[in-house]
């Protein structure tokens, strides 16, 4: 089972960045926002802490290129990327070439096998700032048909415009999905019923109407609020929902 189910975005948005990367020999992608530090500022979310294969594979939604990848990624993250050396590699903002699969070791034949088997050789990943924390960047993973050098040729010759593209189009699915793809919902860091009082208390109900609607004691409710604002370091309930809405959590 396939844990990570697919943002729901149109088959033309999707057509149009797939056409837009193919002219450059990127045949796959996912993608999502993730964290640069282990335990980003200003919010106390323990499991951001865990970017390991594992964590990652428990992500509720990404964005695919195709229901190909979704697969791929979840075989890939299940049994290879603890021992892959370019998944470890530390990445800087922008552009980003993985080295090689190394197909020795242990797996390594089984890992040759999936590459193949998804018709990939090359792949790497494309980072972007986002506006919601200073400490998450939304991530293009891709893959190529090409060998590493020719793709690394033809993505260095063309990095400005691809930048400038590609950021468009980031932004443009952090508008439509944040509030799935944000790392504090995405990674399950909240419970549902947690995000329920969260979204009642946005909409301006009082302990006593939240505690009848989700049949919670009003101590219950209690506890979900003072926990909800020592996990966002909110002062009060009017700062823990602007936090919400300002790191993408509500709408």
């Given at each position: 089972?396939?844990?990570?189910?697919?943002?729901?975005?149109?088959?033309?948005?999707?057509?149009?960045?797939?056409?837009?990367?193919?002219?450059?020999?990127?045949?796959?992608?996912?993608?999502?926002?993730?964290?640069?530090?282990?335990?980003?500022?200003g919010?106390?979310?323990?499991?951001?802490?865990?970017?390991?294969?594992?964590?990652?594979?428990?992500?509720?939604?990404?964005?695919?290129?195709?229901?190909?990848?979704?697969?791929?990624?979840?075989?890939?993250?299940?049994?290879?990327?603890?021992?892959?050396?370019?998944?470890?590699?530390?990445?800087?903002?922008?552009?980003?070439?993985?080295?090689?699969?190394?197909?020795?070791?242990?797996?390594?034949?089984q890992?040759?096998?999936?590459?193949e088997?998804?018709?990939?050789?090359?792949?790497?990943?494309?980072?972007?700032?986002?506006?919601?924390?200073?400490?998450?960047?939304?991530?293009?993973?891709?893959?190529?048909?090409?060998?590493?050098?020719?793709?690394?040729?033809?993505?260095?010759?063309?990095?400005?415009?691809?930048?400038?593209?590609?950021?468009?189009?980031s932004?443009?699915?952090?508008?439509?999905?944040?509030?799935?793809?944000?790392?504090?919902?995405?990674?399950?860091?909240?419970?549902?019923?947690?995000?329920?009082?969260?979204?009642?208390?946005?909409?301006?109900?009082?302990?006593?109407?939240?505690?009848?609607?989700?049949?919670?004691?009003?101590?219950?409710?209690?506890?979900?609020?003072?926990?909800?604002?020592?996990?966002f370091?909110?002062?009060?309930?009017?700062q823990l929902?602007?936090?919400?809405?300002?790191?993408?959590?509500?709408?």
């Amino acid at each position: 089972m396939i844990d990570t189910k697919p943002c729901q975005v149109s088959a033309q948005q999707i057509q149009l960045i797939r056409d837009y990367m193919g002219q450059y020999g990127i045949t796959e992608f996912f993608y999502g926002i993730t964290t640069k530090s282990r335990m980003p500022q200003g919010i106390d979310f323990k499991k951001l802490s865990r970017r390991v294969p594992n964590e990652m594979q428990k992500a509720q939604y990404s964005v695919f290129s195709s229901e190909k990848i979704r697969r791929f990624r979840h075989d890939y993250l299940q049994s290879f990327a603890r021992t892959d050396a370019g998944y470890q590699e530390k990445n800087v903002m922008g552009l980003n070439i993985w080295r090689d699969p190394d197909y020795s070791g242990g797996k390594g034949a089984q890992f040759k096998k999936l590459m193949e088997q998804y018709e990939l050789n090359s792949r790497g990943v494309w980072y972007f700032p986002v506006k919601y924390h200073c400490d998450w960047t939304a991530v293009f993973v891709f893959f190529s048909n090409l060998e590493r050098q020719e793709l690394t040729q033809i993505l260095n010759d063309n990095m400005e415009e691809i930048n400038a593209q590609l950021q468009l189009f980031s932004s443009s699915l952090n508008e439509q999905f944040i509030t799935q793809i944000n790392p504090i919902t995405n990674f399950n860091c909240l419970s549902d019923k947690s995000l329920q009082v969260l979204a009642l208390t946005a909409e301006g109900y009082a302990c006593d109407e939240i505690s009848n609607q989700l049949m919670l004691s009003e101590s219950g409710v209690n506890y979900h609020l003072t926990r909800l604002k020592e996990l966002f370091h909110a002062k009060n309930r009017a700062q823990l929902v602007n936090l919400a809405h300002t790191l993408g959590v509500l709408d």
